[in-house]
């Protein structure tokens, strides 16, 4: 009877998968026009009114108890642009599934008939170019394609499916400002949180899968070298902070290479240097803006106190007074931490995905130094968590050898059907195997 039982089950999983196929390629078509629409159409961070509204409305009609604009930031008159969208079903866990919304301050040239010719205003009143150049735009139509197939679906699952449309990824304020908001308070308080990033190097529907660290955390830090200017002739008049600065910049390779373990990675990045006026004049200052990526929490303490270390060291070898020493700024407003995938969550995620899409479609995949804000659902892994990767790229490129386009690249342009068909699938069985 056992076997019995196993062989009916085994039947009656693959026939959810074909008719979750066949229910997938109903919905491509338009699934495609709303793709192309939010592409053409992409928002800046703390600006999503737009894409949200669409998110809040198309959920809205699929059932969903949807609540919208949910957060708040710390910075005044900014609205916060969350969507929540419940939906329950009987007694059973609470499955937290996110999409993030935002776009990026770039100027598209994919060429694609869709491509976006979208400017906007920043936050710091700049004219710029806006493109869905980290694929955001197949994140949301992938939400609605999933939120689709679950409502038609209830049968298959049990508990409550918590919808979460998040603002401002890019900038990592947006799932601090829902949290803020009082999230698992208003609405119930999830035992699992999953989300998917599209990939631009795994082929377009692939699913990658990573247990444990998937991400870096991210430090912004900006650091004042400070000196005493004076004359370019007479540097002996003067403290000169850019010699400093490039000194302090040498220097900090020797945090990776000499102060930590090869086994734990870091990256320390001086990604802008400002400092000086005219070309005989030294400068009273040089400001340099930095980026710092762990994965552990206590390598990270450490690499922030050896920047402040070395950036001090090299103003006191140079003879800079105490009032003169460097300043070291660490910008928590725009610093996340770590992504950290349950590895047991993820893991069953992976079996499951393994079982419904075959094991060519899903595999394991290494650990990236980019940084991500969906961890902060988790509330220091008091809640576990899982983020898939899901191949957007076409075989045929990756096939020729030719570059690539990152995220965040200009040129960066989804494959949209495989790679919607692959994401809506994966994330659908994701929330079936959490919620059967």
Same mark, same amino acid.
């Given at each position: 009877?056992?076997?019995?039982?196993?062989?009916?089950?085994?039947?009656?999983?693959?026939?959810?998968?074909?008719?979750?196929?066949?229910?997938?390629?109903?919905?491509?078509?338009?699934?495609?026009?709303?793709?192309?629409?939010?592409?053409?159409?992409?928002?800046?961070?703390?600006?999503?009114?737009?894409?949200?509204?669409?998110?809040?409305?198309?959920?809205?009609?699929?059932?969903?108890?949807?609540?919208?604009?949910?957060?708040? %930031? #710390?910075?005044?008159? $900014?609205?916060?642009?969350? !969507?929540?969208?419940?939906?329950?079903? +009987?007694? @059973?866990?609470?499955?937290?599934?996110?999409?993030?919304?935002?776009?990026?301050?770039?100027?598209?040239?994919?060429?694609?008939?869709?491509?976006?010719?979208?400017?906007?205003?920043?936050?710091?009143?700049?004219?710029?170019?806006?493109?869905?150049?980290?694929?955001?735009?197949?994140?949301?139509?992938?939400?609605?394609?999933?939120?689709?197939?679950?409502?038609?679906?209830?049968?298959?699952?049990?508990?409550?499916?918590?919808?979460?449309?998040?603002?401002?990824?890019?900038?990592?304020?947006?799932?601090?400002?829902?949290?803020?908001?009082?999230?698992?308070?208003?609405?119930?308080?999830?035992?699992?949180?999953?989300?998917?990033?599209?990939?631009?190097?795994?082929?377009?529907?692939?699913?990658?899968?990573?247990?444990? %660290? #998937?991400?870096?955390? $991210?430090?912004?830090?900006? !650091?004042?070298?400070?000196?005493?200017? +004076?004359? @370019?002739?007479?540097?002996?008049?003067?403290?000169?902070?850019?010699?400093?600065?490039?000194?302090?910049?040498?220097?900090?390779?020797?945090?990776?290479?000499?102060?930590?373990?090869?086994?734990?990675?870091?990256?320390?990045?001086?990604?802008?240097?400002?400092?000086?006026?005219?070309?005989?004049?030294?400068?009273?200052?040089?400001?340099?803006?930095?980026?710092?990526?762990?994965?552990?929490?206590?390598?990270?303490?450490?690499?922030?106190?050896?920047?402040?270390?070395?950036?001090?060291?090299?103003?006191?070898?140079?003879?800079?007074?105490?009032?003169?020493?460097?300043?070291?700024?660490?910008?928590?407003?725009?610093?996340?931490?770590?992504?950290?995938?349950?590895?047991?969550?993820?893991?069953?995620?992976?079996?499951?995905?393994?079982?419904?899409?075959?094991?060519?479609?899903? !595999?394991?995949?290494?650990?990236?130094?980019?940084?991500?804000?969906?961890?902060?659902?988790?509330?220091?892994?008091?809640?576990?968590?899982?983020?898939?990767?899901?191949?957007?790229?076409?075989?045929?490129?990756?096939?020729?050898?030719?570059?690539?386009?990152?995220?965040?690249?200009?040129?960066?342009?989804?494959?949209?059907?495989?790679?919607?068909?692959?994401?809506?699938?994966?994330?659908?069985?994701?929330?079936?195997?959490?919620?059967?």
């Amino acid at each position: 009877m056992k076997r019995i039982a196993i062989v009916l089950l085994l039947i009656a999983s693959s026939a959810a998968a074909q008719s979750l196929d066949q229910m997938i390629d109903r919905e491509i078509p338009s699934l495609l026009t709303t793709y192309k629409q939010l592409h053409a159409a992409p928002e800046l961070s703390m600006q999503e009114k737009n894409s949200s509204a669409l998110v809040a409305s198309r959920l809205k009609e699929l059932g969903y108890e949807v609540t919208y604009p949910v957060g708040q %930031y #710390l910075e005044p008159g $900014a609205t916060c642009y969350g !969507v929540v969208a419940i939906m329950r079903n +009987g007694t @059973g866990p609470t499955l937290l599934v996110r999409s993030d919304m935002d776009a990026l301050p770039v100027q598209e040239q994919t060429g694609l008939p869709y491509a976006s010719t979208v400017r906007a205003k920043s936050q710091s009143g700049d004219d710029v170019p806006v493109m869905h150049a980290c694929g955001h735009d197949i994140h949301m139509t992938t939400l609605m394609g999933t939120a689709k197939m679950l409502a038609q679906m209830k049968s298959q699952w049990h508990g409550t499916l918590m919808l979460i449309g998040q603002p401002a990824e890019e900038v990592v304020k947006g799932a601090d400002g829902m949290l803020r908001d009082h999230l698992y308070e208003r609405f119930p308080k999830p035992d699992y949180a999953i989300a998917f990033h599209d990939n631009a190097s795994l082929p377009a529907g692939q699913v990658g899968y990573t247990p444990g %660290y #998937l991400m870096a955390s $991210a430090d912004s830090i900006n !650091v004042t070298i400070r000196g005493l200017g +004076g004359h @370019g002739a007479s540097p002996q008049t003067t403290k000169d902070p850019v010699v400093m600065a490039a000194q302090f910049i040498n220097a900090l390779q020797t945090i990776v290479s000499r102060e930590d373990s090869p086994l734990d990675p870091v990256v320390v990045t001086v990604g802008s240097i400002h400092g000086g006026t005219k070309r005989n004049i030294i400068p009273d200052e040089v400001q340099l803006l930095m980026t710092v990526r762990t994965y552990k929490p206590e390598v990270r303490k450490r690499v922030v106190a050896s920047i402040e270390r070395i950036a001090r060291g090299i103003a006191m070898s140079a003879g800079v007074p105490e009032d003169r020493m460097p300043v070291v700024e660490l910008l928590a407003g725009e610093s996340v931490d770590s992504t950290y995938n349950d590895p047991a969550l993820t893991e069953r995620i992976a079996g499951a995905l393994t079982k419904g899409m075959g094991a060519a479609n899903v !595999v394991r995949i290494d650990p990236l130094m980019v940084s991500e804000d969906f961890g902060r659902f988790g509330i220091d892994r008091k809640i576990p968590i899982c983020m898939l990767n899901v191949g957007a790229v076409d075989p045929a490129k990756i096939a020729s050898g030719q570059r690539l386009p990152s995220l965040h690249s200009s040129g960066f342009a989804p494959l949209p059907d495989p790679t919607l068909r692959g994401a809506i699938k994966a994330m659908t069985l994701a929330v079936l195997e959490i919620l059967h």
